[in-house]
């Protein structure tokens, strides 16, 4: 069964924050806020290891028809208000995909890598991404806790660099950074199938999320 998930690349405004491995004590009502919406089943929060002035907000949804619901509401308008009053640009949202795998073992993890295609080709999930990603399942990786993959279009934003367009992402559950960076250059099944990400797309991007269920 695919879970449907989206996040958002959030970075807070300076002056609200007191300290840099924490959010602003704001911040709380505006996840409090989120959780209440019917619908929402889970929120995850995470400081990129590669992106420390970014915060990942992940939120698994019931349904694209309760996200639908939400998004076609005058609650999400307010709710999209009170979280940008918080930032210092609007938040690179990646919108909503189902997520084919296993998804909650993917971000229960200690760390959820995030492996982004941006610019794919219309059939990379399933050509590309797809063949990766069940190589990767069926290759016994030390440290591997779970994976799932889906793709969503990216919508434009004032940072130049978000790539528009579709995109196709794996999110992939590790014990640590290192445990996923130990299998590279090294002849693994990552060694052996990366070349399947490094076509037909425009760009790869790779960081390390920490996540905390809220």
């Keep these: 069964m695919s879970v449907v998930f989206e996040s958002l690349l959030i970075k807070f405004k300076p002056i609200l924050v007191e300290h840099p491995e924490s959010p602003p004590a704001s911040f709380s009502s505006v996840t409090d806020h989120l959780k209440s919406i019917p619908g929402v ?20 949804w019931a349904s ?12 999400a308008t307010d709710w999209h208000a ?36 941006w610019g794919a080709d219309e059939t990379f999930t399933e050509d590309n991404m797809k063949p990766f990603a069940i190589a990767c399942e069926e290759g016994d990786l030390a440290g591997l806790h779970g994976l799932a993959y889906g793709e969503f279009v990216q919508g ?5 660099s978000v790539i528009p367009g579709r995109a196709s992402r794996l999110l992939m559950g590790w014990d640590s950074k290192e445990a996923h960076l130990q299998h590279k250059n090294n002849g693994s099944v990552i060694d052996d199938n990366v070349y399947y990400l ?15 269920k809220l």
């Design 82 to 117: 009170s979280l940008r009053a918080l930032l210092t640009e609007h938040p690179i949202v990646s919108p909503i995909a189902e997520y084919t795998g296993r998804t909650e073992l993917a971000l229960h993890a200690p760390i959820t890598e995030f492996c982004t295609c």
């Design 41 to 60: 089943e889970s929120v995850y929060l995470g400081r990129p290891l590669e992106k420390p002035d970014y915060w990942v907000l992940g939120i698994r």
């Design 198 to 212: 490094l076509a037909r797309n425009k760009s790869l991007e790779i960081y390390h999320v920490p996540f905390k």
């Design 156 to 160: 434009e934003h004032e940072n130049p």
């Design 64 to 75: 694209r028809p309760a996200y639908d619901a939400f998004v076609s509401g005058s609650a």
